[in-house]
């Protein structure tokens, strides 16, 4: 491009009509890169501070893109000059007046740009090791102001506080004392350390490296960066600890590394080096990789190592550095195989924890357990760790427990109890008894789960597995029931207790103990207490005594049957205070000292008193005190209530009692006499009647005096009043002599009736004259026996039953031939025996009936004797058990009297037959003459209707109900019972063609149209039928016009329909309920028609009526085949 000129400027400016101006050209000859564009964005021309910025480049006709215009409005434009590097410069336009050309004032800010992004760029890099660096850091002025920090400060201070700070003095004190402090000089460092505190509470220990800045600014800026030291400080605190605790503990470690050798705890790189170098571990095997810097030979093993060898582990001189410099010749020969096992793990870098005796040198028989680690480093470096320990006293004190185990097993198995120790719910150890206890085959191995201790047991497996989950310190106890397996083996009951123990060498684990024990005999006796518990509340509350226990003066307690002798509830009896049951306090004080004084002396006082009951009354009592416990006053008393008010009220009222008794006694008629040792003391009115003579003559006599001279009179028997117990009769029947000389027949009981006036006993005699009733017996019998002679000749049948069997009892000829057997044969029989299987059903329905009545029950029955039918008209009477004449009751009994009237019924058919033959005949011959006049009636109403033709409608109507009557009467001339009902209507319906000279058309149909003579009409109905059918044939030849008229018969096993139709039309609004009963038309047919067994209706048919009769049972009915035929 040339160089920009005034010429060239004002050229463009004369061409634009620009007024030119000096500061227009001091603008563009100035030191500022300038251009000129027109209003399209086209440069125009650039002058020479432009064109050296930017080289040897043609700006002319360029566009510029995105420009905009207005009054010095600033622009960035990006220039690339010839070099191909784009300058970025500030454009300032200022619009040229009365043009469209526009000034633009360029400054080149490139290089400042170029420094802006380098500088942004090393910031970004800075932020990026910043938030890299995982310990916290951050910069802050003398003020504490916070400048910038990292991410890691930022999830720090996150904790700390709620909200970002701004400024240290925000911080916690602790941390703030941390970070703030002496400000070092410039370019030095400084470190602080403190114990400062996390929000959860846990110290930690912090260390800070502090630098000042050295830079233009004037306040000092301060870099801190944070590390958190309490790892650090935890690490050496535990290899302190370890020290220690392997120290104490008599603990010997050893670790192999591939490049470093054998270490130990606490030794230096050195020391590890000099071990590895100057000998190996007497016990520790090789690793299985072999490092670079091993110096030792990868297949060594530990028991090439000499004696001497062990004292360079033995820097400390201690007991587990000896026992570490064991060899083979030292193991013990029971444990040679696993020492074997432990080299070979060693060798082979396995893990293995391993047991085994030595006998060293010094110290003798020890037991070493040695365990072999392999690990691997996070570098990735394999190492393995031999730790060995003396458990000599462990084993000793396991040989020991193991023994007091085994000792404590046989008295737990001796005393009966199962004992089982459970930890993770995994069996550890228990005793044999348990898994005989529990139904198990055998000792359960360790190792078994808690759940399978219980599988021979379902239900107590469910309780224990239910209620473990509960389990506290206070455990549970269940009791079971284990039935035995062997035959005949009583079941045995069980009790079994859980408890939860802490193991002192596991605090965190629950251990479980388990133990079983038989309580069978515990059961056994707490059955039998129970039992006699029960039966105790059985005899308190269930005794008719009432029983009560007293303490301090009060009722404590009471049974029911006391609360009903006094009439208070039981519940309220307790707390009655004692005295309440007495009639006055006076009372009370003088029995108490009484019943203080006798149970202190004898432990038992009884008496009787009155005792006074709820409502104010008082009964008469006897009652029993004691102590509830013999000489224990303070256990209160136990005291007995027992009614003796009646025997109290008898005993006031005996001798009124024993005047009335001797007044009644007096006055029956059976003989009383009192006897004592010493002969008769008393007789009743009845015995001195009987014995002849008063009381006077009697006192003091023996009783037998009145006997007959007969060596076993009863009234000589000595022994009754010794040895008949009080209340027992002695039953005799014997003859006496009177005074006056008469003998008579007495039946009597002896009986002990108490002790007489001088305490001795009495004998009660009781006499009753019989001497009638004997005779009356010798009647009885003689007529029994007249009745027999008069049975057995009697020539009807007469058998007598057992009234519960209804077996022959007795049975004369008569009878027994009904039978056709023999007498003998048939007493005790059946009555099938007697009346044949199809008859006796019947006959023992009908002596049942009988047998409840008191009334004569009469029957006849039809049986076949020899061949032929005969009928018996039978009698049954119930014969009720009275007293013989020895005064035993008979048996109930059933007489059957039965006579044959085969030949009488067979008269009374005949003469009933011969008078129903003669009633049919004058039946038909009735009928016959009805008929007659019937018709002859009929044709004399003709005859007046022809010769009165204004009746003759009316007469014609009566003529046909008299044809139809006639007509019934005609049918029944020739047959007797129910009338044929089809033929009743096809006689009813010719008498009405024969009438009206016309046909009606009938059609015959239904299921029994073929058996349409089997429906049957009764006698009663027939001429209602009658009438009601000419009715309605009547009245639809009438009403019907000269069109044909059709009747339909349907005959169905339930009914019959009588349908007829003929032309015609009903009146509007005709309803046949309407038309009310009358002596002529439908009016006649309603009244006519049974109601229960008919139904009539008339409906229109287009133009035809319909009217239809419904018949069914009872006003008709169908008959049996062979009678309709």
Same mark, same amino acid.
């Given at each position: 491009m040339d160089q920009s000129a005034p010429d060239p400027l004002r050229s463009l400016l004369s061409?634009?009509?620009?007024?030119?101006?000096?500061?227009?050209?001091?603008?563009?000859e100035g030191p500022w890169p300038a251009l000129i564009f027109d209003a399209h964005g086209q440069v125009l021309l650039a002058n020479a501070r432009l064109v050296e910025l930017l080289g040897p480049v043609t700006l002319k006709s360029r566009r510029l893109s995105g420009h905009q215009t207005g009054h010095h409005r600033a622009q960035e434009l990006r220039l690339v000059d010839d070099q191909q590097q784009e300058h970025l410069l500030q454009a300032s336009l200022h619009p040229l007046e009365d043009s469209d050309l526009t000034l633009a004032l360029l400054q080149d800010h490139s290089t400042e740009r170029a420094a802006r992004e380098r500088a942004d760029r090393m910031q970004a890099e800075i932020d990026q090791w910043l938030d890299l660096c995982p310990l916290p850091a951050l910069m802050h002025d003398d003020q504490g102001l916070l400048l910038r920090y990292n991410a890691a400060f930022t999830g720090l201070v996150r904790r700390l506080c709620p909200q970002p700070p701004v400024s240290l003095h925000e911080l916690p004190p602790d941390w703030r004392a941390l970070l703030t402090g002496p400000i070092p000089e410039p370019g030095t460092e400084l470190q602080r350390q403190a114990l400062v505190a996390e929000p959860q509470g846990r110290p930690c220990w912090m260390r800070v490296r502090i630098r000042r800045l050295a830079g233009p600014w004037g306040r000092p800026r301060l870099v801190l960066m944070l590390e958190d030291r309490s790892r650090d400080q935890a690490l050496e605190l535990a290899h302190q600890q370890l020290q220690t605790l392997m120290d104490t503990a008599g603990v010997g470690l050893a670790t192999f590394q591939p490049d470093a050798g054998w270490s130990r705890p606490g030794e230096s790189l050195d020391e590890a080096a000099l071990l590895d170098g100057g000998g190996h571990m007497g016990t520790s095997g090789t690793s299985g990789n072999s490092g670079k810097g091993s110096t030792r030979n990868a297949t060594g093993s530990p028991e090439a190592a000499q004696p001497g060898a062990a004292g360079a582990l033995d820097v400390r001189a201690s007991k587990p550095s000896a026992l570490q410099g064991v060899n083979r010749d030292m193991v013990d020969p029971a444990s040679r195989a696993e020492y074997e096992k432990l080299q070979q793990a060693i060798k082979h870098n396995q893990p293995v924890a391993l047991r085994y005796a030595v006998r060293h040198p010094e110290m003798g028989l020890r037991w070493l357990l040695t365990r072999v680690e392999p690990g691997q480093l996070s570098s990735g470096q394999r190492t393995t760790s031999v730790l060995t320990l003396d458990v000599t006293d462990n084993q000793q004190a396991q040989a020991r427990y193991e023994l007091l185990l085994r000792e404590l097993g046989a008295m737990l198995d001796g005393a009966g109890l199962g004992l089982a120790y459970f930890r993770k719910q995994r069996l550890l150890r228990s005793n044999g008894a348990l898994g005989r206890m529990l139904g198990m085959a055998g000792e359960p191995e360790p190792g078994t789960p808690f759940e399978a201790l219980f599988q021979a047991l379902p239900l107590l497996h469910g309780e224990v597995v239910a209620a473990l989950p509960g389990l506290d310190d206070q455990g549970l106890e269940f009791e079971f029931e284990w039935p035995g397996t062997?035959?005949?083996q009583e079941p045995r009951w069980?009790?079994?207790? %859980?408890?939860? @123990? !802490?193991?002192?060498?596991?605090?965190?684990?629950?251990? %479980?103990?388990? @133990? !079983?024990?038989?309580?069978?005999?515990?059961?056994?006796?707490?059955?039998?207490?129970?039992a006699l518990a029960q039966d105790r509340e059985l005899m308190f509350d269930l005794s008719d005594v009432g029983i009560a226990i007293l303490r301090d003066d009060r009722l404590v307690r009471a049974n029911e049957a006391l609360g009903h002798l006094l009439g208070y509830r039981p519940d309220d009896l307790a707390a009655l205070p004692h005295a309440e049951l007495f009639d006055s306090p006076a009372e009370f004080e003088h029995e108490r000292r009484v019943v203080a004084k006798v149970l202190s002396a004898d432990g038992l006082w009884r008496g009787e008193r009155r005792v006074r009951r709820r409502d104010g009354s008082t009964i008469w009592m006897q009652v029993s005190k004691r102590y509830v416990r013999a000489g224990q006053p303070d256990t209160g008393i136990i005291a007995t209530y027992l009614s003796v008010d009646e025997r109290h009220r008898a005993q006031q009222s005996l001798l009124l009692q024993t005047e009335r008794e001797r007044a009644v006694l007096d006055s029956v008629l059976v003989g009383i006499v009192t006897v004592g040792r010493h002969g008769i003391e008393w007789m009743n009115r009845s015995a001195r009647r009987m014995f002849g003579g008063d009381l006077a003559a009697f006192a003091g006599q023996p009783i037998s005096m009145v006997a007959t001279d007969a060596p076993d009179h009863p009234f000589r028997q000595t022994h009754y009043l010794d040895e008949l117990t009080e209340g027992q009769a002695e039953t005799f029947e014997c003859r006496l002599v009177a005074r006056d000389g008469r003998e008579f027949w007495v039946v009597g009981n002896a009986v002990v009736t108490g002790s007489g006036a001088d305490g001795e006993r009495q004998l009660t005699y009781a006499l009753l004259d019989i001497e009638r009733r004997r005779q009356a017996e010798a009647q009885s019998e003689q007529a029994q026996a007249s009745l027999q002679r008069i049975i057995e000749a009697a020539p009807i049948a007469i058998s007598l039953h057992d009234a519960r069997t209804l077996q022959v009892r007795q049975i004369n000829q008569a009878a027994a031939a009904l039978a056709g057997r023999e007498e003998e044969e048939l007493i005790g029989a059946s009555l099938e025996a007697l009346f044949g299987s199809e008859q006796a059903a019947e006959v023992r329905n009908d002596m049942e009936f009988a047998l409840n009545s008191s009334e004569v029950l009469q029957r006849e029955y039809r049986l076949q004797v020899g061949g032929r039918a005969r009928v018996w008209d039978t009698r049954l009477l119930h014969l009720s058990g009275v007293n013989d004449a020895s005064g035993e009751v008979e048996p109930e009994q059933l007489l059957l009297v039965a006579s044959d009237v085969t030949q009488q019924r067979a008269q009374e058919a005949a003469r009933l037959e011969a008078a129903i033959a003669q009633r049919e005949l004058l039946v038909r011959e009735v009928h016959h003459r009805i008929k007659n006049n019937l018709q002859g009636v009929a044709g004399l109403l003709q005859q007046i209707a022809a010769r009165r033709p204004e009746v003759a409608t009316v007469i014609n109507e009566a003529v046909g109900q008299v044809q139809a009557i006639a007509q019934v009467y005609g049918l029944q001339v020739g047959d007797s019972g129910?009338?044929?009902?089809?033929?009743?209507?096809?006689?009813?319906?010719?008498?009405?063609?024969?009438?009206?000279?016309?046909?009606?058309?009938?059609?015959v149909g239904g299921l029994l149209a073929e058996e349409s003579y089997r429906w049957g009409l009764p006698e009663v109905e027939a001429i209602p039928i009658a009438l009601t059918l000419n009715e309605l044939f009547t009245n639809a030849l009438k009403h019907g016009g000269q069109a044909p008229v059709r009747c339909e018969l349907v005959f169905d096993p339930e009914q019959v329909l009588l349908r007829v139709v003929n032309e015609g039309t009903l009146p509007a609004g005709f309803d046949l309920t309407q038309i009310r009963g009358g002596v002529s038309g439908l009016g006649?047919?309603?009244a006519l028609l049974p109601r229960r067994s008919a139904l009539l209706s008339l409906t229109q048919e287009g133009h035809r009526v319909v009217c239809?009769?419904?018949?069914?049972?009872?006003?008709?009915?169908?008959?049996?085949p062979g009678r309709a035929s």
């Amino acid at each position: 491009m040339d160089q920009s000129a005034p010429d060239p400027l004002r050229s463009l400016l004369s061409k634009r009509s620009v007024v030119w101006s000096s500061l227009l050209a001091g603008l563009w000859e100035g030191p500022w890169p300038a251009l000129i564009f027109d209003a399209h964005g086209q440069v125009l021309l650039a002058n020479a501070r432009l064109v050296e910025l930017l080289g040897p480049v043609t700006l002319k006709s360029r566009r510029l893109s995105g420009h905009q215009t207005g009054h010095h409005r600033a622009q960035e434009l990006r220039l690339v000059d010839d070099q191909q590097q784009e300058h970025l410069l500030q454009a300032s336009l200022h619009p040229l007046e009365d043009s469209d050309l526009t000034l633009a004032l360029l400054q080149d800010h490139s290089t400042e740009r170029a420094a802006r992004e380098r500088a942004d760029r090393m910031q970004a890099e800075i932020d990026q090791w910043l938030d890299l660096c995982p310990l916290p850091a951050l910069m802050h002025d003398d003020q504490g102001l916070l400048l910038r920090y990292n991410a890691a400060f930022t999830g720090l201070v996150r904790r700390l506080c709620p909200q970002p700070p701004v400024s240290l003095h925000e911080l916690p004190p602790d941390w703030r004392a941390l970070l703030t402090g002496p400000i070092p000089e410039p370019g030095t460092e400084l470190q602080r350390q403190a114990l400062v505190a996390e929000p959860q509470g846990r110290p930690c220990w912090m260390r800070v490296r502090i630098r000042r800045l050295a830079g233009p600014w004037g306040r000092p800026r301060l870099v801190l960066m944070l590390e958190d030291r309490s790892r650090d400080q935890a690490l050496e605190l535990a290899h302190q600890q370890l020290q220690t605790l392997m120290d104490t503990a008599g603990v010997g470690l050893a670790t192999f590394q591939p490049d470093a050798g054998w270490s130990r705890p606490g030794e230096s790189l050195d020391e590890a080096a000099l071990l590895d170098g100057g000998g190996h571990m007497g016990t520790s095997g090789t690793s299985g990789n072999s490092g670079k810097g091993s110096t030792r030979n990868a297949t060594g093993s530990p028991e090439a190592a000499q004696p001497g060898a062990a004292g360079a582990l033995d820097v400390r001189a201690s007991k587990p550095s000896a026992l570490q410099g064991v060899n083979r010749d030292m193991v013990d020969p029971a444990s040679r195989a696993e020492y074997e096992k432990l080299q070979q793990a060693i060798k082979h870098n396995q893990p293995v924890a391993l047991r085994y005796a030595v006998r060293h040198p010094e110290m003798g028989l020890r037991w070493l357990l040695t365990r072999v680690e392999p690990g691997q480093l996070s570098s990735g470096q394999r190492t393995t760790s031999v730790l060995t320990l003396d458990v000599t006293d462990n084993q000793q004190a396991q040989a020991r427990y193991e023994l007091l185990l085994r000792e404590l097993g046989a008295m737990l198995d001796g005393a009966g109890l199962g004992l089982a120790y459970f930890r993770k719910q995994r069996l550890l150890r228990s005793n044999g008894a348990l898994g005989r206890m529990l139904g198990m085959a055998g000792e359960p191995e360790p190792g078994t789960p808690f759940e399978a201790l219980f599988q021979a047991l379902p239900l107590l497996h469910g309780e224990v597995v239910a209620a473990l989950p509960g389990l506290d310190d206070q455990g549970l106890e269940f009791e079971f029931e284990w039935p035995g397996t062997a035959s005949g083996q009583e079941p045995r009951w069980h009790a079994l207790s %859980l408890r939860r @123990v !802490v193991p002192p060498e596991a605090p965190e684990e629950q251990a %479980l103990v388990v @133990v !079983v024990s038989d309580i069978s005999r515990l059961k056994a006796q707490q059955a039998q207490l129970e039992a006699l518990a029960q039966d105790r509340e059985l005899m308190f509350d269930l005794s008719d005594v009432g029983i009560a226990i007293l303490r301090d003066d009060r009722l404590v307690r009471a049974n029911e049957a006391l609360g009903h002798l006094l009439g208070y509830r039981p519940d309220d009896l307790a707390a009655l205070p004692h005295a309440e049951l007495f009639d006055s306090p006076a009372e009370f004080e003088h029995e108490r000292r009484v019943v203080a004084k006798v149970l202190s002396a004898d432990g038992l006082w009884r008496g009787e008193r009155r005792v006074r009951r709820r409502d104010g009354s008082t009964i008469w009592m006897q009652v029993s005190k004691r102590y509830v416990r013999a000489g224990q006053p303070d256990t209160g008393i136990i005291a007995t209530y027992l009614s003796v008010d009646e025997r109290h009220r008898a005993q006031q009222s005996l001798l009124l009692q024993t005047e009335r008794e001797r007044a009644v006694l007096d006055s029956v008629l059976v003989g009383i006499v009192t006897v004592g040792r010493h002969g008769i003391e008393w007789m009743n009115r009845s015995a001195r009647r009987m014995f002849g003579g008063d009381l006077a003559a009697f006192a003091g006599q023996p009783i037998s005096m009145v006997a007959t001279d007969a060596p076993d009179h009863p009234f000589r028997q000595t022994h009754y009043l010794d040895e008949l117990t009080e209340g027992q009769a002695e039953t005799f029947e014997c003859r006496l002599v009177a005074r006056d000389g008469r003998e008579f027949w007495v039946v009597g009981n002896a009986v002990v009736t108490g002790s007489g006036a001088d305490g001795e006993r009495q004998l009660t005699y009781a006499l009753l004259d019989i001497e009638r009733r004997r005779q009356a017996e010798a009647q009885s019998e003689q007529a029994q026996a007249s009745l027999q002679r008069i049975i057995e000749a009697a020539p009807i049948a007469i058998s007598l039953h057992d009234a519960r069997t209804l077996q022959v009892r007795q049975i004369n000829q008569a009878a027994a031939a009904l039978a056709g057997r023999e007498e003998e044969e048939l007493i005790g029989a059946s009555l099938e025996a007697l009346f044949g299987s199809e008859q006796a059903a019947e006959v023992r329905n009908d002596m049942e009936f009988a047998l409840n009545s008191s009334e004569v029950l009469q029957r006849e029955y039809r049986l076949q004797v020899g061949g032929r039918a005969r009928v018996w008209d039978t009698r049954l009477l119930h014969l009720s058990g009275v007293n013989d004449a020895s005064g035993e009751v008979e048996p109930e009994q059933l007489l059957l009297v039965a006579s044959d009237v085969t030949q009488q019924r067979a008269q009374e058919a005949a003469r009933l037959e011969a008078a129903i033959a003669q009633r049919e005949l004058l039946v038909r011959e009735v009928h016959h003459r009805i008929k007659n006049n019937l018709q002859g009636v009929a044709g004399l109403l003709q005859q007046i209707a022809a010769r009165r033709p204004e009746v003759a409608t009316v007469i014609n109507e009566a003529v046909g109900q008299v044809q139809a009557i006639a007509q019934v009467y005609g049918l029944q001339v020739g047959d007797s019972g129910p009338l044929r009902l089809r033929k009743v209507i096809e006689a009813v319906l010719g008498s009405v063609q024969r009438m009206f000279g016309r046909e009606i058309q009938v059609e015959v149909g239904g299921l029994l149209a073929e058996e349409s003579y089997r429906w049957g009409l009764p006698e009663v109905e027939a001429i209602p039928i009658a009438l009601t059918l000419n009715e309605l044939f009547t009245n639809a030849l009438k009403h019907g016009g000269q069109a044909p008229v059709r009747c339909e018969l349907v005959f169905d096993p339930e009914q019959v329909l009588l349908r007829v139709v003929n032309e015609g039309t009903l009146p509007a609004g005709f309803d046949l309920t309407q038309i009310r009963g009358g002596v002529s038309g439908l009016g006649l047919v309603r009244a006519l028609l049974p109601r229960r067994s008919a139904l009539l209706s008339l409906t229109q048919e287009g133009h035809r009526v319909v009217c239809e009769l419904s018949l069914w049972p009872p006003g008709v009915s169908l008959l049996a085949p062979g009678r309709a035929s």
